[in-house]
Structure formats: structure tokens, C-alpha cells
């Protein structure tokens, strides 16, 4: 390819090498390509990339390899793929997406609109996204009914002292970081489809300035995995109750609500220009501690040079969203975009040709540095699914 040639197709579609092969960066101007030198197999390569649609190939991947009935139980890792799924869907339009997710949540809501589950934990909740878009996609009231259930048995949640909603029945006076995306976005989506918004709206802004004051780590710009309040864990420290970690996932789970509730509530709601601030804080820390080479974020984001520290993608895709969100919509300056697009051309390296996602921490407890260090890279878990098809759907419309 001639050096014209070749500046061109770079100016029209940034590539990165992977494996061997041209993968595009965004799905972009693929006739533009053809245009410039369409024998050449350089471009021919680009062309069908840029032609590439990651979302539909992830998401269908994942929906061959699992039917309804198989993707899972009733967990937060299952909602966090079906709620990118549905972003694939209003983009899309094709009702595959919706009929999977429908009879998925089938198996949990009967006839009367009864959800099969217990609700012990933050966790149990953040699948009530998937009732709420079904509700407000197929107007049963089967979903709404089932969704209001998870909204009442908030009414007699346990707190901390200062009002943090503990992150389990079972894990007494703790804050996890994880938490706030189990339960926020769903309760401020119930305020904008079911209704309560006052209450929704105060409460995801009060819940996510409560564990900002706890999990905050001025060191590293960060937040720490998890707080007890008791000081009673043996992970806690006995001084602030804090977990000795800044895991990358946790904080990508709490840069994420921070974005929903931003988008969300009101700018005159009391508390939210702290949410604001506090966002702010921590995208300075993403680009920070940004991988030079990859574009990436490692597990234990703020310490890159650990031994046997590794490139972990469901935060990579989480962080990456949250600054192309921020930038979107003013929450930060322009000069970080460049930043989400080092993200994003990272992580779209860890997508194979058929739609598989590489190197993706499994589900994981509070814990020292081995442990996090020491946890299963997984392909394909739902983490990285989920969190990559929120990414991809924000980065493919504003690359």
C-alpha cells in the first residue's frame, strides 16, 4: 500500500495490530476505505473490520453457547449481560435480544408477577434492570410487580450508622464499592419507569456520597475495595475500617452508578454536584494509572509494577465507558477522550474473531494483595461481557 494510501486509511479508521491481523477501533467509514484502494488486502482487511458490529458479535456468541434456560441463576452478573444485551437491542431493534432476555427473567417471575428469590444481598438486585426494561418494552405488569418487591425490601434494609446500605444481610456493617452498582441504577431506572423518583434520585445520590466518605483513598486517587464499619473483619483496618486494596473492578462498579446517577437526577438535586466531584476524582485516577502500553488498567490498578499483576478486562471496558460518558456529557474535560480511546483499542484486543473476551477476573470476595493477584482469568465470564457491551455501545456511537 502506498504511503497516500496508507495515511488515509489512517486518518479514516484508527487500527491496532492484533494477532496478526488488522481489528478496527471503531465501526466507521468502510465504503471510504473501499474508495481509496480497494484491491489492496491491507485495506480489504480494515474494510471488513471496520464493518464489525462487536456488540452483535459478542452478544450472539454468548446466546449460542447458553439458551435461556442455561445462562445462569439469579444474579447480578446474569443482569449485568442482559442489561448491555438490551443496549444492543434499542440500538438494533432485532426482538432476538428481547425474547432472550424475557425468557430468561421468565424462569424467576410466575404469572402474578412473584420473583423467586430472596433479596439478601445488593447482588440479588441489580437483575431488576432486566424487569424494568421488560416491563417498560412489554407493559406486563408481571415485571412491574416483581420489580416493586426488590424496591420494598429496600424499606427494611440494614445501614450503617450514617445510612450505607450494608452489601449483604450476611456481610453485617459492610460497604463494598460493588454495591452501589448492584442496586443504584436499578432503583434510579424504577424512579424514571415505575415511579418514586424524589425518593430514587435522593437516595442513589445520598447512598454513593456515603461510600465515596468511607472507600476514598487520597493516595491513589482510587477507592479502596470495601469498608466495616465494625472493624471486626479480619481484611479491615482497625483504624478506618477500610480493605487494604484498590481492586479494579469494584471502582469500575462505582465509576458506572456514579455515571447513571449523573445522567439521571436532576442538576438542583442536594448532593449531586459532590457525586460530580467525586467522578471527576476518580477519572483523574484512571488516567493515571492507565496502562501505557496496552490501554489497559490492571487488577490491582494502582500498583503496575507488583510482580504477577495482570491486565484485567471487565474494568479496562468499565473505566474506558466511564470517561467516554463523562466526556460525552461535560462531566469532564474533552482532553481525556483520547484516553477512553486508548481503552478502547485495548480492550477490543482481548475480542477474538468469534467473539470471544479474554482475561476477565471471575467473581471475587474482599481480600489482600495475593488474592486478588491469585484469582482465575477467565474467557467469557459475564463480568467482561457485560461490561464490554456497555462499553462498546457508548464507544462505537461517539469514536
Not at 433479596?119 to 406486563?140: H, I, P
Not at 440494614?158 to 452489601?167: A, L, N, S, Y
Request: aromatic share 10%; glycine share 8%.
Amino acid at each position: 500500500m502506498g504511503r497516500n494510501v496508507r495515511r488515509l486509511v489512517t486518518r479514516v479508521l484508527p487500527i491496532v495490530l492484533v494477532s496478526g491481523g488488522l481489528v478496527a477501533a471503531a465501526a466507521v467509514a468502510p465504503s471510504a476505505l473501499a474508495a481509496v484502494s480497494p484491491d489492496d488486502p491491507a485495506v480489504q482487511q480494515a474494510v471488513a473490520a471496520a464493518a464489525t458490529d462487536y456488540s452483535t458479535l459478542v452478544a450472539d456468541a454468548e446466546e449460542k453457547r447458553a439458551t435461556p434456560a442455561k445462562l445462569g441463576p439469579w444474579s447480578y452478573t446474569e443482569g449485568l449481560f442482559l442489561y448491555g444485551t438490551y443496549l444492543v437491542y434499542q440500538r438494533t431493534h432485532n426482538t432476538k435480544y428481547l425474547t432472550y432476555m424475557q425468557q430468561w427473567a421468565d424462569r424467576f417471575v410466575d404469572a402474578n408477577g412473584h420473583l423467586n428469590n430472596g433479596l439478601g444481598s445488593l447482588d440479588s438486585m441489580q437483575s431488576g434492570n432486566v424487569l424494568l426494561e421488560l416491563y417498560k418494552e412489554t407493559k406486563q405488569a408481571k415485571y412491574k410487580t416483581a420489580a416493586t418487591q426488590i424496591r420494598n425490601r429496600l424499606k427494611t434494609w440494614p445501614t450503617t450508622k450514617d445510612g450505607g446500605f450494608w452489601h449483604a444481610t450476611s456481610r453485617q456493617h459492610q460497604l463494598w464499592a460493588d454495591g452501589v452498582y448492584m442496586v443504584l441504577p436499578f432503583l434510579l431506572h424504577y424512579g424514571q419507569i415505575v415511579g418514586e423518583a424524589s425518593y430514587t434520585d435522593a437516595t442513589a445520590v445520598k447512598q454513593l456520597n456515603i461510600y465515596y466518605s468511607h472507600l476514598n483513598d487520597p493516595a491513589t486517587g482510587l477507592l479502596r475495595h470495601a469498608y466495616d464499619e465494625s472493624k471486626t473483619q479480619s481484611w479491615a483496618n482497625k483504624t478506618t475500617g477500610q480493605a487494604p486494596e484498590n481492586w479494579c473492578r469494584a471502582i469500575g462498579w462505582f465509576a458506572m452508578s456514579s455515571i447513571e446517577t449523573l445522567d439521571i437526577v436532576p442538576a438542583n438535586q442536594a448532593g449531586r454536584a459532590d457525586v460530580l466531584s467525586h467522578l471527576q476524582t476518580l477519572i483523574a485516577g484512571f488516567k493515571r494509572w492507565q496502562d501505557p502500553a496496552t490501554g489497559r488498567w490492571f487488577q490491582l490498578p494502582a500498583k503496575p509494577t507488583v510482580n504477577g499483576n495482570w491486565l484485567e478486562t471487565s474494568c479496562s471496558s468499565m473505566y474506558t465507558y466511564t470517561i467516554s460518558r463523562a466526556v460525552e456529557k461535560g462531566y469532564v474535560d474533552a482532553s481525556y477522550k483520547p484516553v477512553a480511546a486508548k481503552g478502547y483499542q485495548g480492550v477490543l484486543t482481548q475480542v477474538s474473531k468469534a467473539g470471544d473476551v479474554a482475561n476477565i477476573c471471575i467473581g471475587t470476595n474482599v481480600g489482600n494483595q495475593a488474592y486478588y493477584l491469585g484469582r482465575p482469568r477467565a474467557t467469557n465470564d459475564l463480568h467482561g461481557l457485560g461490561a464490554f457491551l456497555i462499553m462498546n455501545e457508548q464507544l462505537a456511537r461517539t469514536t
